[in-house]
């Protein structure tokens, strides 16, 4: 089919989009003439809802006419207005409220989770990650490791896909933890690659994780408003993710975390901790020992900035009307007509994705055999906005949210106007 005819094609999908009139809610980049960008970037910084503005704005003036007392005051207090995000974000991440909370940002996280889960001891001492995992992720485990006294060339078992393969093959990840469970004292993996966007098994990780008796964590950065999950139905024992990327709740926004119900109630575990994770019932009665919340909760560290929190209620509230599932209805149909347009082009470059539906979500990874970057600048030019990662991935992520079936078909033709 040639770009034009996919272009009218485009059209017909666009009109029949159940989800067409969320793009309204959103603002979409312009340039200087006012013309808007072809935005497929929402898996680095998820577009700004236009109701951001109005919720965070409340807070501000609650904190102009009330001062102090806006803790204990007025609509929707600050002592408990994380509140308010925790039951949608559970059911975004398929967890129990009591086993989500929203707090710091996604490295910090991870790190106050493996305070907890990460306990080597004797043989059992190494961490199960990807080879490609995000460089934070790996710095976090990395110090984690020598903070433990523990030498990170020797304690990290690197998962990483055969030569010739661009795929992680779940066999391998759970042969991996079977053969090594008495080595290991934590399994750490991005439940959606930031890099070639596979989307793993989580649910079969986890189980072989629980048989080996190791710790099962999940980075969500990529995952989460991006591809269903059902963390307490599959036993996973802790996840963090951001939620700037697919989530829409501004640069640096809050993150989340989830703590599996069978040791967010478990007041022994050892933690790091702040006078936020403290019972609240006491907390103000400052007293000497820390008795923490019985929920996740208890793992927060500080009292949450409430402007972040408030922008993510907007994004959030943006979720609960489209609906998860008929969000990833479309991402499937969109996504799958951007890779089978992308298939129709002759270019130097391959999509390393998996194709199959569940091992895949609103990304395709551009593989180029050469010129990468020249590309990527080259769409920048067109005004394209995706992402570059070095040496030679070109990522871009038609989301379901605002994206339309005619993004995809106009980033096709900018891209294959550059290999006439
Ligand atoms: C985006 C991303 C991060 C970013 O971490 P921050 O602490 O939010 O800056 C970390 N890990 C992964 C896998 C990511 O995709």
Same mark, same amino acid.
């Given at each position: 089919m040639s770009i034009a005819a996919f272009k009218e094609r485009a059209v017909i999908l666009d009109r029949s989009d159940p989800l067409r009139s969320f793009r309204e809610r959103f603002h979409i980049p312009v340039l200087d003439d006012g013309s808007e960008v072809i935005y497929l970037a929402g898996n680095s910084l998820g577009l700004q809802p236009k109701s951001v503005p109005e919720?965070?704005?409340?807070?501000?003036?609650?904190?102009?006419?009330?001062?102090v007392s806006g803790h204990f005051e007025g609509d929707d207090p600050w002592m408990p207005y994380h509140e308010l995000v925790r039951a949608p974000m559970a059911e975004l991440v398929g967890g129990l409220p009591h086993e989500v909370v929203v707090m710091n940002s996604l490295t910090v996280n991870l790190h106050l989770m493996m305070a907890t889960f990460f306990e080597p001891r004797g043989r059992r001492r190494k961490i199960v990650i990807e080879s490609d995992s995000f460089p934070s992720d790996r710095y976090a485990i990395q110090s984690q490791l020598r903070h433990h006294g523990l030498a990170p060339a020797e304690c990290m078992l690197e998962l990483s896909p055969h030569s010739g393969s661009d795929r992680l093959e779940t066999e391998e990840i759970l042969e991996t933890i079977e053969r090594h469970a008495d080595e290991l004292a934590l399994v750490l993996l991005g439940g959606v690659n930031y890099y070639s966007g596979q989307v793993l098994d989580m649910k079969a990780i986890a189980a072989a994780a629980r048989r080996a008796q190791v710790p099962i964590g999940f980075d969500l950065a990529h995952a989460v408003g991006n591809v269903p999950l059902s963390l307490h139905d599959w036993g996973v024992d802790f996840a963090a993710w951001c939620s700037y990327k697919y989530l829409n709740a501004g640069p640096g926004g809050i993150a989340g975390?989830?703590?599996?119900?069978?040791?967010?109630?478990?007041?022994? $575990?050892?933690?790091?901790?702040?006078?936020?994770?403290?019972?609240?019932?006491?907390?103000?009665?400052?007293?000497h020992e820390f008795d923490p919340t019985n929920s996740?909760?208890?793992?927060?560290?500080?009292?949450?900035?409430?402007?972040?929190?408030?922008?993510?209620?907007?994004? $959030?509230?943006?979720?609960?009307?489209?609906?998860?599932?008929?969000?990833?209805?479309?991402?499937?149909?969109?996504?799958?007509?951007?890779?089978?347009? $992308?298939?129709?082009?002759?270019?130097?470059?391959?999509?390393?994705?998996?194709?199959?539906?569940?091992?895949?979500g609103s990304q395709l990874s551009l593989l180029f055999q050469r010129d990468a970057r020249s590309t990527f600048e080259a769409l920048e030019r067109r005004a394209v906005r995706c992402d570059y990662r070095e040496p030679d991935v070109v990522r871009v992520a038609p989301v379901p949210l605002y994206n339309t079936f005619s993004d995809a078909a106009a980033f096709t033709g900018v891209l294959n106007t550059l290999f006439q």
């Open positions: 919720f965070v704005v409340r807070e501000l003036d609650k904190w102009k006419t009330l001062g975390c989830f703590i599996h119900e069978r040791h967010a109630r478990d007041r022994s $575990l050892p933690r790091l901790a702040g006078w936020w994770g403290h019972d609240p019932s006491s907390r103000f009665e400052m007293p996740a909760d208890g793992w927060q560290l500080s009292n949450p900035p409430i402007l972040l929190v408030a922008a993510l209620r907007a994004s $959030l509230d943006i979720f609960k009307k489209a609906g998860m599932d008929r969000l990833r209805e479309k991402s499937l149909h969109l996504t799958g007509f951007l890779r089978e347009m $992308l298939s129709s082009i002759e270019g130097p470059f391959r999509i390393i994705t998996p194709s199959e539906p569940e091992a895949s």
